[in-house]
């Protein structure tokens, strides 16, 4: 993994380094009881060739038992720990990651599909919970598997162990071989993944469009392709693990069988006793099984890596929005609600004619200006200019005499009742709609808006009252109107993008 990489990983872990400390100790523990418990077989053998006593059966039957039991139950322990920092890094991850999506512009979006980010919020940061899981439990056993299993095996027969494993190089040169190509393999996968993802969230979103144009069929051979293509991917990535790690666990067995094989003479020759042999067939076997996992926890790995920058794209994106470090508080009761433009010009990222150009104008507190034109003359860019939800230059717009890029973002926003080109509503109560503005607004207040929106006789109609459930979705502008008019100050100005 990148140095880069490494560090964003140890990042994530840094909230959690006590939790996984112990889990790592607990694992340490368990390999130490794995490499004690071989020994205490090795001697019982030795011992009963010797004489046969059936209350030395007992003591080695039960401490073996006992310790395996200790030995099961801390593993427990440490499986619940280094699971519970995946976990706990999940966490931590989806909440930055819908953190940082609030602060970003209605721009990002448009170039950032829903799907493609859906993707990265879920799939994604799964991946890096499997790596920081699975992937460190896997890589912590194996450390501690061949650290303090191969020193007890040197010192039982340094030739049987050195070749038994002897082959252990060639399968971590089959690793190296094989890991770029899992990488591109897998990144090809994930964004395949993301792809499906956007056009499902599209085609949700537009399922009366969908359906009134008789657009099913198209929608469908669409929805094929792409998943013909997730499947290719995930095809060509299944082959070159179903090559690769089958081979890892075949190449792991022969050590098994290189003992078996010349563990016979060795006892033969009296160069081992046959409490060695069997110690010996039980630590072989103790790190085949780490070895061989060693596949997986590549998968794991490479899932990781690739998903760690996809994340890192999100998160290391910062919003061209935002309030300047010495912005202005403009506390609500303070503001009277001059809007004024000088020479406001504003194109859009990639276009070559403005969207706006040399706009100026005053509107005084109170007056109500429509601002009229066809589509594509730029009342919708004006609309969402005052809030500053397109990235404009300083000195062009102003509320109060104060340029609003010194303003900050929240008081500026909290003081301009907004209603958007498309209006939509939050799967909550009508009540909790129309006071999303002032959350702690209570039912007179909420009432007087919805009288203001001209809303209020049919929210009665409806057996709840304002306490109704309505889904997400496209409703009345005035339902919008009402949704967003709660406690805000500037009443000059446009209240809707397309008012004209």
């Not at 039960?62 to 440490?78: D, E, K, N, T």
């Not at 991946?127 to 194996?142: D, K, M, Q």
């Not at 999100?314 to 609500?332: M, W, Y």
């Not at 301009?416 to 959350?439: C, E, H, M, W």
Request: aromatic fraction near 8%; proline fraction near 5%.
């Amino acid at each position: 993994m990148a140095r880069s990489q490494f560090n964003k990983l140890a990042s994530y872990l840094r909230p959690h380094l006590r939790q996984s400390a112990l889990g790592i100790v607990a694992l340490l523990m368990v390999n130490a009881l794995g490499v004690y418990i071989p020994l205490l077989i090795r001697d019982g053998i030795d011992q009963l060739q010797q004489s046969l006593n059936f209350q030395r059966i007992l003591f080695y039957v039960g401490a073996i038992a006992g310790l395996a039991s200790l030995m099961w139950i801390v593993r427990m322990v440490s499986r619940i720990l280094l699971f519970g920092v995946g976990r706990q890094v999940e966490f931590d991850l989806k909440q930055q990651i819908f953190n940082h999506l609030l602060t970003m512009e209605p721009a990002y979006f448009a170039v950032n599909t829903v799907g493609d980010l859906i993707s990265r919020a879920t799939s994604d940061v799964d991946n890096i919970r499997r790596l920081l899981g699975f992937a460190v439990l896997s890589l912590a056993n194996t450390l501690f598997a061949y650290v303090l299993t191969l020193p007890v095996m040197l010192s039982i027969n340094v030739r049987l162990t050195l070749v038994a494993i002897a082959i252990y190089p060639i399968m971590f040169f089959m690793v190296h071989l094989f890991s770029n190509r899992l990488r591109s393999e897998q990144l090809a996968v994930q964004e395949e993944t993301a792809s499906l993802s956007d056009l499902i969230q599209e085609d949700m979103s537009g399922m009366s469009l969908i359906k009134i144009y008789a657009q099913e069929e198209n929608e469908r051979l669409a929805f094929r392709d792409l998943n013909q293509q997730l499947l290719t991917a995930n095809l060509k990535l299944a082959r070159t693990r179903t090559t690769l790690f089958p081979l890892l666990g075949g190449l792991a067995s022969i050590s098994l069988l290189v003992v078996l094989a010349l563990g016979a003479g060795a006892i033969a020759s009296g160069e081992i006793s046959i409490g060695d042999f069997i110690a010996l067939l039980l630590y072989v076997e103790r790190l085949v099984f780490p070895t061989a996992l060693l596949g997986f926890t590549i998968t794991a790995y490479q899932r990781g890596e690739v998903s760690i920058d996809r994340i890192e794209y999100i998160l290391s994106t910062e919003p061209n929005i935002q309030s300047a470090a010495n912005a202005l508080a403009l506390p609500q009761p303070d503001i009277k609600g001059w809007l004024s433009a000088s020479h406001l010009t504003y194109t859009y990222p990639g276009a070559k004619t403005p969207a706006l150009d040399d706009v100026s104008f005053k509107i005084r507190p109170g007056e109500t200006v429509a601002v009229v034109g066809p589509i594509g003359s730029g009342k919708s860019t004006l609309a969402n200019a005052l809030p500053r939800l397109l990235d404009i230059e300083p000195a062009q717009v102003f509320v109060d005499g104060y340029d609003i890029t010194q303003i900050r973002l929240k008081d500026l926003r909290s003081a301009i009742a907004y209603v958007p080109q498309d209006s939509f509503l939050f799967s909550t109560t009508i009540k909790n709609n129309i006071r999303y503005g002032d959350p702690k607004a209570e039912q007179p207040t909420v009432e007087v808006a919805a009288q203001q929106a001209q809303i209020h006789p049919e929210i009665l109609n409806f057996p709840q009252h304002y306490q109704t459930i309505v889904g997400n979705g496209h409703y009345p502008i005035r339902w919008a109107a009402a949704a967003h008019g709660i406690g805000k100050g500037i009443t000059g100005g446009c209240a809707h993008p397309d008012s004209g």
